[in-house]
């Protein structure tokens, strides 16, 4: 069963999922692994603000925002060296290029597997 990380303590997470209500269950996940602050976003826009306002310690993005490919924000976040878990409907065929060998999980996805991959992200951090 999963538990709090200790490399989770503390850590400001930005969340950008367009679906509300998996928004909310992931939140909860977090919180429950040990997350400091999730904050969310629905849009690319929305996580761009919130990346400026304050670098996170880690990402969990929705692939696709309604039609919008979230990319040019992962971009931003990986030039910062902010870890990512991409999230998406599609698995890591949801992915291209160089982002396939970043975290990925498949919605639904699990209390474990976030775990997971959240644990691997943040020792995996990229220069």
């Known amino acids: 069963m999963a538990g709090a990380l200790a490399e989770l303590q503390g850590v400001d997470v930005l969340l950008v999922e367009d679906e509300s209500l998996v ?7 977090l ?8 904050r969310h976003a629905n849009r690319l826009e929305g996580g761009f603000r919130l ?5 996170p310690g ?6 696709n925002l309604g ?17 990512i878990v991409f999230i998406t409907g599609y698995g890591r065929d949801g992915l291209s290029g160089g ?13 474990a597997q976030l775990e997971g991959a959240v644990r691997a992200a943040l020792g995996e951090r990229r220069c």
Do not use: H
């Open 58 to 63: 880690l990402a969990v993005l929705d692939v």
């Open 23 to 29: 928004s909310f269950l992931i939140e909860d996940m």
């Open 31 to 38: 919180l429950e692994l040990g997350a400091g602050s999730v």
């Open 67 to 83: 039609g919008e490919a979230i990319f040019p924000l992962a971009e931003k976040l990986t030039q910062a060296r902010v870890p």
């Open 99 to 111: 982002w396939a060998d970043y975290q990925v999980l498949q919605k639904p996805l699990t209390l």
């Open 51 to 55: 990346a400026d306002e304050k670098t």
